[in-house]
């Protein structure tokens, strides 16, 4: 169970931050309603809100996702893999040295982003996905995958490089407990997803697959009707939020929390 998240609104320059997107500006106001929004759902599923300023160094600093990876065998700081952004690490790391004994940092020449990270579980015990991508490259996954075998956790490495313009690996993947991935088509058919359950998201809502499971709770993007229907079929509890001015900026549900 998740008691606990981090959270940053986004600061005033929000829209100067990167995006591969073409769905014009985001409009600050609206990203700060739907923020607190996703904040209340946060807490209507029983979590704890450490919330942070906006911090208007890094535009991209709402996405706190991508600074860590958060187990219960503790904590590893990431490296982005857009230089940009390497200033957002040193924040979360005073953030997080109240709730973990240890911090462990990837190190050159890797790089990693927390989006591109997906726990799940195999066989009842914690597993995660790495995703090699266009932020997280082979030598950061290799230091996590390490760093987590110390933990006694297992992990598969995830090659989504020329997956479509697919950033991080949850834009396309996520893990909603019992055994089940949300997919999208392109990754469908990998062999590192043989052993759970798929949940294939349709043709045109592949930006919902980015959901994220918290305890007893699915939070989903709103007006993606499909792949709500498959996940209310399969007796989950949903709470659709709207997304619109995050998706602007390559965000979704995951990036804007850190849970533990």
């Excluded at 706190?64 to 390497?86: F, I, K, N, W, Y």
Aim: hydrophobic share 40%; charged share 20%.
């Amino acid at each position: 169970m998740f008691t606990k998240a981090i959270v940053r609104p986004p600061g005033a320059n929000f829209a100067e931050g990167l995006t591969t997107m073409d769905l014009g500006l985001p409009n600050y106001e609206r990203a700060l309603q739907q923020h607190e929004a996703y904040c209340h759902a946060l807490e209507t599923c029983g979590l704890t809100l450490i919330r942070l300023n906006p911090d208007e160094r890094f535009p991209d600093s709402t996405f706190v996702e991508d600074t860590a990876v958060l187990t219960g065998g503790g904590a590893m700081l990431a490296r982005p893999g857009a230089a940009s952004r390497a200033g957002e690490v040193e924040s979360i790391a005073e953030t997080l040295e109240s709730s973990f004994a240890k911090l462990i940092s990837i190190h050159e020449p890797g790089t990693l982003d927390g989006g591109d990270i997906c726990e799940a579980e195999l066989a009842g015990k914690n597993h995660f996905f790495i995703g090699v991508s266009q932020r997280t490259n082979q030598a950061g996954a290799q230091q996590l995958a390490s760093w987590l075998a110390s933990c006694g956790f297992t992990s598969r490495l995830v090659d989504i490089r020329g997956v479509g313009n697919l950033l991080h690996l949850k834009s396309g993947l996520a893990y909603v407990g019992d055994n089940r991935l949300v997919v999208i088509e392109s990754l469908a058919d990998r062999d590192e997803f043989r052993d759970h359950e798929l949940v294939p998201v349709s043709a045109g809502e592949e930006y919902a697959a980015n959901c994220i499971r918290v305890n007893d709770h699915v939070l989903v993007a709103a007006g993606f009707p499909n792949l709500e229907r498959k996940l209310r079929g399969l007796g989950y509890q949903m709470i659709a939020l709207e997304m619109s001015e995050f998706q602007k900026m390559d965000g979704g549900l995951s990036c804007l929390s850190l849970r533990f």
